[in-house]
């Protein structure tokens, strides 16, 4: 990583804190908030590059390790993160997908060109069974995105029956013959993806008609309550939420918001892994924008649905990088650095916030797409990596259903240039946006203990934090620490473990404060008893 061009970055020095301070924090353990959704945890696996075929399934006669199809080693790893939901089939190939042609006996399913991602040929071989079965093994809910733009209404109901009815019904009939008796528990159903581009380029008044037309047909089966999600904004279109609230309202239980750490839609997005600081800094400012987007989102919702009973589903959200170079274009293999673990922190810590409207969030994507939990060696050596995201949410399960607790936190604050590369600054990367190197969420977790991330994205300032805690008496702490020597470093086949999590036993307990030495660049979440 290059030196900084500091010019870019202004300093703007702490609300009260000095470098030789300790930084003084208070965990309100008195005020409880509302429990942390762990739909927050959760997935995307898009038929999209090596997703699918290759990351999650290899299919029964694959040489690679497999459990009936799933490569057992991304599947046991996938397991370890508890997942609490996983998004599919897409992302933008979602409305390009016919549910019929991938069931059935495999070898009489139809081939497809995937339209969106690189043309390629895909066989069908994963289809509605091979995902509902995948989502049971590993226990979580499955959240299906429905075809809007390219399906008919009738193709969508027929999917819901398919996979819900327990009667004697076409549908149930047709998947008993295809080998599942018991129909599956469906959840989450996604009435179209990306409405306003790839689901169908419509204006927001036309999707709200068309999701209360094939929303009427989307019949609740069995006992089976779908909870039904429309296709909401991408970033900063409020215009978009608000005529969904206005004209949808109630008929949906959640509205979906696409938000990516992504320095634009054209030319190169940069990098994974090769980046200078200020272009560091640049991704997590973009990262911590998400906040003022989600309130702004929320209070438009707040207007119509003081109750939060309408969800905000964060349902695509991650870094975009430049493809790994030698990879398929079109198929968004990303390598995964430090950096990414920050923007995977970061977030999820704006997520717990927000989470009484934030309802669920699916990291795009699950394996070997975007910001990923789990590389696949794409020349078939059947090598896997873990990257610095996994550890990231791995550290972060006990936050799963806890109760939020709310802290102050003073912390120095970077003013980070939006441009990100010179020639890009224009009107839209004009200015700078706040990010303070010192962030921390804690929680109640579910067996009464408490949780405590603190995150330090400095580069090169350590800082320990002396922690009240309010309404709470600690007896012990413990805890593991992510970092690294620098915040390109990455894992990748030959070094697996470069950026892995370690014990930590830098917190240290003295009348009843926690004081947690940080190091610059550095992760650690504390179990605190
Ligand atoms: O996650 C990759 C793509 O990003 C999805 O298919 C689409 O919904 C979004 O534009």
């Known amino acids: 990583m290059k030196k900084a061009i500091i010019a870019t970055i202004t300093l703007a020095l702490a609300l009260g804190a000095s470098a030789a301070d300790n930084v003084k924090a208070t965990v309100h353990a008195d005020q409880p908030g509302a429990k942390i959704n762990r739909e927050i945890y959760g997935q995307f696996s898009e038929h999209l590059g090596s997703c699918i075929y290759g990351g999650l399934w290899v299919g029964e006669d694959s040489e690679i390790p497999n459990i009936n199809g799933y490569r057992k080693d991304v599947f046991e790893a996938l397991k370890a993160l508890k997942i609490p939901v996983m998004r599919w089939p897409g992302g933008c190939f979602a409305d390009d997908y016919h549910w019929m042609d991938g069931i059935g006996p495999k070898d009489q399913r139809p081939s497809l060109r995937n339209n969106n991602w690189g043309g390629t040929i895909e066989d069908n071989s994963f289809g509605t069974h091979e995902f509902l079965n995948l989502c049971e093994m590993l226990g979580c809910e499955p959240y299906i995105s429905g075809n809007v733009g390219s399906g008919t209404v009738k193709e969508m109901a027929q999917w819901v029956e398919y ?123 973009k990262c911590l924008e998400i906040e003022e987007v989600i309130k702004k989102h929320k209070a438009i919702m707040d207007e119509k649905d003081p109750y939060n009973r309408i969800g905000l589903m964060v349902d695509e959200w991650g870094t975009w990088w430049d493809e790994e170079p030698g990879t398929i274009p079109g198929h968004l293999y990303q390598q995964n650095a430090l950096r990414d673990a920050f923007v995977a922190a970061l977030s999820l810590n704006i997520f717990h916030k927000y989470t009484a409207r934030v309802k669920m969030a699916n990291i795009a994507q699950v394996v070997n797409v975007l910001q990923s939990m789990i590389l696949t060696d794409q020349k078939g050596t059947g090598h896997m990596v873990l990257t610095p995201t996994y550890h990231v949410f791995e550290m972060y399960t006990p936050f799963q259903e806890a109760t939020f607790l709310p802290i102050d936190l003073e912390s120095e604050i970077m003013q980070v240039s939006k441009a990100y590369f010179k020639e890009k600054e224009g009107a839209r990367d004009a200015g700078y946006r706040p990010c303070p190197l010192l962030s921390a969420s804690a929680a109640k977790t579910t067996d009464g203990s408490l949780v405590l991330a603190v995150t330090n994205v400095s580069l090169d300032k350590d800082q320990t934090i002396d922690f009240s805690i309010e309404g709470y008496q600690p007896k012990t702490v413990s805890g593991r620490i992510l970092t690294s020597k620098r915040v390109d470093d990455f894992n990748d086949f030959s070094h697996p473990d470069v950026v892995a999590p370690k014990d930590y036993s830098d917190a240290k307990l003295k009348n009843g404060v926690v004081s947690v030495k940080v190091p610059a660049k550095s992760i650690v979440v504390l179990s605190i008893k």
């Not at 215009?239 to 992504?262: A, E, F, K, P």
């Open 163 to 285: 996979m819900t009815s327990n009667g004697d019904t076409p549908m149930a009939r047709l998947r008993r013959q295809n080998g599942r008796d018991k129909a599956w528990h469906v959840k989450y159903f996604g009435i179209g993806n990306e409405a306003w581009g790839c689901g169908g380029n419509m204006t927001p008044e036309y999707y709200s008609d068309e999701f209360r037309k094939f929303n009427t047909y989307l019949r609740d089966q069995s006992g089976n309550r779908l909870f039904r999600i429309a296709s909401g904004a991408s970033d900063y279109d409020y215009n978009w939420t608000r005529v969904l609230m206005d004209r949808i309202g109630h008929r949906m239980q959640g509205i979906s918001l696409h938000y990516y750490t992504c320095s634009g839609w054209g030319g190169s997005k940069g990098s994974a892994t090769k980046f200078n600081d200020d272009q560091y800094y640049w991704a997590l400012g």
